[in-house]
């Protein structure tokens, strides 16, 4: 319990420092109690930025990664797992072996690519790079291993096909774990600022943490409407945790990836 309250003081910190005139969050020693509750921030990130289109852009780009990266790594996690087929195992360890390619490595061939095909300073710029990812063919594979293949094979037996089977037997079972990547992908997207930074150049197409890092200029931080933002961004992600919590912990269980 300690160590959550630990965890837990940057949050409140940073929800407390959001309600501050920027007087007071300015100031030295640093305040940590606002002085009455102050909604400047708020307003002038209202007012003053595309918060409200950030916003949606952010949601828009979040649910079509969290959709793709549903489909396609369940399909593909499945195959690596039941279908065999000649080269299973290498092409397997060569979907792995992309994890460890850095990101900032891919920048500049994948900026090019996306260039000459038209979608750069488009939302469809910062959603292509997150259809699907190694992580999440590992993460569904190590959990359709998990399951007993017996009850594919009674569907079999009943005169199911390989896609009925997956669609009406596996995926019922998988929700644990398909709750488990829809929560990190949409961390990852939902907090991505690298790629959309550079992919991305109209402040109306910004996700939020590209808006968001616009507060910060070389000479000045306008740390009301940073801290205000920064809540908006942060409370779908708490809650999108807390409606996955208990599946989170069951894929985390049998899925082979505990502590």
Same mark, same amino acid.
């Given at each position: 319990m300690p160590?959550?309250?630990? /965890?837990? &003081?940057?949050? #409140?910190?940073? %929800? &407390?420092?959001?309600l501050m005139p920027e007087a007071q969050i300015t100031q030295l020693p640093p305040d940590f109690i606002p002085h009455g509750l102050h909604l400047d921030g708020y307003?002038?990130?209202f007012s003053e930025s595309h918060i409200v289109r950030w916003f949606f852009n952010t949601v828009f780009v979040s649910a079509v990664t969290v959709v793709s990266h549903l489909v396609l790594c369940s399909l593909a996690g499945y195959g690596f797992a039941?279908?065999?087929?000649?080269?299973?195992? &290498?092409? /397997?360890?060569?979907?792995?072996a992309t %994890?460890? @390619?850095?990101?900032?490595?891919?920048?500049?061939?994948?900026?090019?690519?996306?260039a000459r095909i038209g979608i750069v300073d488009t939302l469809g710029a910062a959603i292509v790079p997150w259809l699907a990812s190694a992580f999440g063919i590992f993460l569904m594979r190590q959990f359709f291993l998990s399951l007993p293949v017996e009850?594919?094979?009674?569907? %079999?037996?009943?005169?199911?096909?390989?896609?009925?089977t997956f669609v009406s037997v596996v995926l019922p079972l998988a929700r644990?774990?398909?709750a488990t990547l829809a929560v990190f992908t949409l961390l990852s997207s939902w907090n991505d600022l690298l790629w959309p930074l550079i992919a991305i150049t109209d402040d109306e197409k910004y996700t939020l943490q590209v808006g968001l890092a616009s507060f910060q200029g070389m000479r000045r931080t306008e740390w009301g409407q940073l801290m205000?933002?920064? %809540? @908006?961004?942060? #409370?779908?992600?708490?809650?999108a945790f807390l409606f996955a919590q208990r599946r989170f912990i069951a894929t985390?269980?049998?899925?082979?990836?505990?502590?």
């Open positions: 160590l959550a309250l630990l /965890f837990v &003081l940057p949050l #409140v910190q940073m %929800v &407390l420092t959001s307003s002038k990130l039941r279908l065999r087929f000649p080269g299973r195992g &290498l092409a /397997f360890m060569a979907v792995l %994890v460890m @390619i850095p990101i900032q490595l891919l920048m500049i061939p994948t900026y090019i690519m996306f009850l594919e094979e009674a569907a %079999v037996l009943d005169g199911a096909g390989a896609l009925r644990p774990a398909l205000a933002g920064n %809540v @908006i961004a942060t #409370v779908p992600l708490i809650v985390m269980t049998f899925s082979g990836l505990k502590g």
